[in-house]
């Protein structure tokens, strides 16, 4: 697995937000004492009765906006596999050394009752999943209330169907919610207003008109891509760097589509998501011997472009993604 490049992310820690993410400003408790919060959730209004103190997530991004607005004091754990990258180098990795990694796959009900878990924070597709019964009204019959992830929302135009708002949106919708809940609602806001102005920077610098390049998501698959709709992290990742998501008019988040979908947009780039089994080279050496994406643009100029999968949900490192990948995307415009 490719390592995640310090450079990538912050070389600098601040009492503040980083462009990044990090912060290390000190982690301050919560009023334990507060009254009971109701946020809206997936457009329901769900209230807690407490502030959590045992907090259980499922996968990276997840984990990763409890650490940045400093709550790990308030995990009990979390569940991630053990290929979404190095976390060595991370602004979280204090984070990571503190928290108990609880599982190296998706949480299972029985992680959660052993972590005497008191919230889960998953999402749909991120933990949360109708087979073995792990869903937020399982849970409930439990009595351990959840926090469905923003991104992962079900729209109710398939069963599986997932987005409700812009991705970027969706995160600040999370950290907002996530900041009146456990009390910490300065430091959500810091956090999404140092993300706003990293994001605005890259947008002014970035091509506009017919000079954005088109660009397609690749997550994995050969028979068929499994790529990113308008309501997953990379649809705004890409619009925000100066690109144009060749499968915005997929009114869902993370899903699969065909290759001929992928030759008829003709994107002039392609965006690895790196992680899993096969690595980042393995899937740009597929991309580029594979026979029918030969006269795709992309593939002709080798203008192919990686990110990892943290990089790519929803989490506290999309605007670093954006910069990364804007920086990119003005070479192709200027290239083109």
């Known amino acids: 697995m490719r390592k995640l490049l310090a450079s990538a992310l912050c070389l600098a820690a601040t009492v503040t937000a980083t462009g990044c993410g990090a912060t290390v400003e000190p982690s301050a408790k919560a009023d334990d004492k507060k009254s009971a919060v109701t946020l809206t959730n997936c457009g329901r209004q769900v209230t807690y009765d407490k502030v959590p103190e045992r907090v259980v997530t499922n996968d990276i991004?997840?984990?990763?906006?409890?650490?940045?607005?400093?709550l790990e004091d308030r995990m009990a754990g979390f569940a991630m596999p053990d290929d979404k990258g190095d976390l060595s180098g991370v602004p979280w990795k204090d984070g990571y050394d503190k928290v108990?990694?609880?599982?190296?796959?998706?949480?299972t009900k029985e992680d959660v009752l052993d972590a005497r878990a008191d919230l889960v924070f998953a999402g749909w597709n991120y933990g949360f999943r109708e087979?073995?019964?792990?869903?937020?009204?399982?849970?409930?019959?439990?009595?351990?209330?959840?926090?469905?992830?923003?991104?992962?929302?079900?729209?109710?135009?398939?069963d599986a169907s997932r987005g409700i708002m812009p991705p970027l949106d969706a995160l600040y919708a999370d950290l907002t919610n996530l900041g009146k809940l456990f009390g910490v609602e300065k430091r959500a806001a810091t956090l999404i207003a140092d993300f706003k102005k990293q994001i605005a920077d890259?947008?002014?610098?970035?091509?506009?008109?017919?000079?954005?390049?088109?660009?397609?998501?690749?997550?994995?698959?050969?028979?068929?891509?499994?790529?990113?709709?308008?309501?997953?992290?990379?649809?705004?990742?890409?619009?925000?760097?100066?690109?144009?998501?060749?499968?915005?008019?997929?009114?869902?988040?993370?899903?699969?589509?065909?290759w001929e979908s992928v030759v008829r947009r003709d994107p002039d780039v392609i965006v690895i998501c790196d992680y899993g089994d096969v690595s980042a080279e393995q899937k740009r050496r597929f991309l580029l011997s594979y026979?029918?994406?030969?006269?795709?643009?992309a593939v002709k100029h080798k203008r192919i472009f990686v990110l990892d999968y943290a990089d790519l949900v929803e989490s506290p490192r999309n605007p670093s993604a954006v910069a990364r990948l804007g920086t990119y995307l003005r070479t192709v415009a200027e290239e083109r």
């Open 131 to 158: 087979e073995g019964g792990f869903t937020p009204e399982a849970l409930r019959k439990l009595g351990i209330p959840s926090y469905v992830l923003t991104e992962s929302c079900r729209n109710g135009r398939t």
């Open 61 to 70: 991004g997840i984990t990763e906006l409890m650490f940045a607005l400093g």
């Open 202 to 258: 890259v947008r002014a610098m970035a091509p506009t008109g017919a000079d954005r390049p088109k660009v397609f998501l690749y997550d994995s698959g050969q028979d068929q891509p499994f790529t990113s709709g308008r309501y997953a992290a990379p649809e705004q990742i890409i619009s925000e760097a100066g690109g144009v998501n060749v499968m915005h008019d997929v009114p869902d988040s993370w899903t699969t589509t065909g």
């Open 291 to 297: 026979a029918p994406l030969r006269n795709v643009s």
């Open 100 to 107: 108990k990694w609880l599982s190296k796959d998706q949480l």
